[in-house]
T-cell receptor
Framework: DAGVIQSPRHEVTEMGQEVTLRCKPI?????LFWYRQTMMRGLELLIYFNNNVPIDDSGMPEDRFSAKMPNASFSTLKIQPSEPRDSAVYFC????????????FGDGTRLSIL | QQQVKQSPQSLIVQKGGISIINCAYE??????FPWYQQFPGKGPALLIA?????SEKKEGRFTISFNKSAKQFSLHIMDSQPGDSATYFCAASMGDDKIIFGKGTRLHILP
């Protein structure tokens, strides 16, 4: 079982640049989640998809953030333009069909905006 | 209403001791309460979970105690080991896909 795969693991870029984070969920899982983790705010849900459809994007902080899931095996989180306050660890998670299913997290992307 | 409040923020316990992390919630519609464990450089992983129709669930050295009337639940780690050092998140769900996480507790077990 490959688990949730995120890329890149680390990203350092300058303020104003576009950042794209990628996620491959576990095969067969039909829900996908994007989280942001910081010391100050903990683990925040940004957006989640069910069967490739965005269900709840109320956690997306600003219009600079966008997420897509073009198919069941791939999702992206894009920040454009990036700002230093976007620096955080971004996690992708997936879960199978059914209520109260465990979420399986990737190892995250550590993003630093200079 | 949607929050899950977790305490303490950090905890230091001697090897062999009992680690206790507490959580409280307001929304009585929550019906599933998982705990996640996160090691440095890794994503959180499900550790143990409970539903409100039971007051306690035990898996090895890990026990969840649940008090429905007080809207509180806690994680007890018996015989704490250095390998238990991690960040622990309590969480709550209403039976849909979305999980509300607490802010986390950084646990350090002294060797």
């Amino acid at each position: 079982d490959a688990g949730v795969i995120q890329s890149p693991r680390h990203e350092v870029t300058e303020m104003g640049q576009e950042v794209t984070l990628r996620c491959k969920p576990i095969s067969g899982h039909n829900s996908l989640f994007w989280y942001r983790q910081t010391m100050m705010r903990g683990l925040e849900l940004l957006i989640y998809f069910n069967n490739n459809v965005p269900i709840d994007d109320s956690g997306m902080p600003e219009d600079r953030f966008s997420a897509k899931m073009p198919n069941a095996s791939f999702s992206t989180l894009k920040i454009q333009p990036s700002e230093p306050r976007d620096s955080a660890v971004y996690f992708c998670a997936s879960s199978p069909e059914g209520s109260n299913q465990p979420q399986h997290f990737g190892d995250g992307t550590r993003l630093s905006i200079l | 209403q949607q929050q899950v409040k977790q305490s303490p923020q950090s905890l230091i316990v001697q090897k062999g001791g009992i680690s206790i992390i507490n959580c409280a919630y307001e929304n009585t519609a929550f019906d599933y309460f998982p705990w996640y464990q996160q090691f440095p450089g890794k994503g959180p992983a499900l550790l143990i979970a409970i539903r409100p129709d039971v007051s306690e669930k035990k898996e090895g050295r890990f026990t969840i105690s649940f008090n429905k009337s007080a809207k509180q639940f806690s994680l007890h780690i018996m015989d704490s080991q250095p390998g238990d050092s991690a960040t622990y998140f309590c969480a709550a769900s209403m039976g849909d896909d979305k999980i509300i996480f607490g802010k986390g507790t950084r646990l350090h077990i002294l060797p």
